[in-house]
């Protein structure tokens, strides 16, 4: 949170700000401690609660953990829109959006059974953890990642409809050959053919669609020969563009005033070790 959303100075609001906001007092680290603490116990809780041998024997001792951390959010949520001086700069923000949506499942299990499990988001949370534990060069590390993907989404999408179309076609010819001609149940329409056409070609293989026929098996053993090489694709459209990324950091020269860090982002306005302005 950027200190222009920071409260009146010399109140109280200013000063749980600093706690929740800011990762570098002694109060503030150890509420990020206790809070990634909680968030971790909650999702283990949340998984235990899945196992069938567990959620029956302690149900209710379950659903009280549950709405006992439910709570303890609910309230660390309503006290962060309350500190901030900007409220939808918080609530609009990545973390904003995760600390609302890991205790909207608990409400929600109230109108939908089981949607609770959903509070599994609150895993998302422990990204905070970069923060506190001084990992911040992880979080520029993975923006160059996420550069490179985001660079990378029009080929890859290109890349994508072409499986596609292959696979439908392949698909339909398969429907022919096994449906139509063969008479094997296991391929009864078009539709179903293509998810045996997306499943051989990527490789995965489940074998519950499977064909009979000699001409049907050749048609499979070619699709998987050439889902082979179909998979390097967007391997090797995501390695350009984070080559061309390393290349660009490598380029830039500019170097931080406060810890005299150099090779950043070249989108990055702050420096990724101390998160000083450049």
């Known amino acids: 949170m950027k200190d222009d959303d920071r409260p009146e100075p010399d109140t109280i609001r200013e000063k749980i700000w600093e706690i929740i906001f800011r990762h570098d007092t002694p109060a503030s680290r150890r509420f990020d401690v206790i809070l990634l603490i909680l968030i971790t116990i909650s999702v283990v809780v949340i998984m235990l609660e899945s196992i069938e041998k567990y959620r029956i024997q302690h149900e209710s001792t379950f659903r009280i953990i549950e709405w006992a951390f439910t709570g303890l959010f609910t309230i660390e949520y309503l006290v962060r829109l309350w500190v901030v001086r900007r409220t939808h700069r918080y609530a609009f923000s990545f973390f904003g959006i995760v600390d609302l949506l890991s205790i909207l499942p608990t409400y929600l299990a109230l109108i939908f059974t089981g949607s609770h499990y959903f509070i599994v988001i609150r895993i998302l949370r422990l990204l905070r953890m970069f923060r506190v534990l001084k990992m911040v060069r992880h979080v520029g590390e993975a923006n160059v990642l996420l550069n490179a993907l985001m660079a990378s989404r029009s080929k890859i999408t290109v ?120």
Request: proline share 6%; with cysteine; aromatic share 8%.
């Open 159 to 278: 890349f994508l409809f072409s499986v596609l179309a292959l696979t439908s076609i392949l698909g339909t010819l398969m429907y022919l050959v096994e449906g139509v001609i063969y008479h094997n149940p296991a391929f009864p329409n078009i539709p179903e053919s293509i998810y045996w056409g997306i499943v051989t070609i990527s490789t995965t293989g489940y074998g519950d669609v499977t064909p009979t026929s000699p001409v049907g098996k050749l048609i499979t053993t070619a699709i998987m020969l050439m889902g082979y090489g179909i998979i390097a694709v967007p391997t090797g459209i995501v390695s350009a563009e984070l080559n061309m990324q390393l290349a660009a950091i490598r380029m830039d020269r500019r170097v931080c005033s406060n810890c005299k860090t150099e090779g950043h982002d070249p989108k990055a306005s702050h420096c990724k070790m101390c998160g000083d302005k450049l």
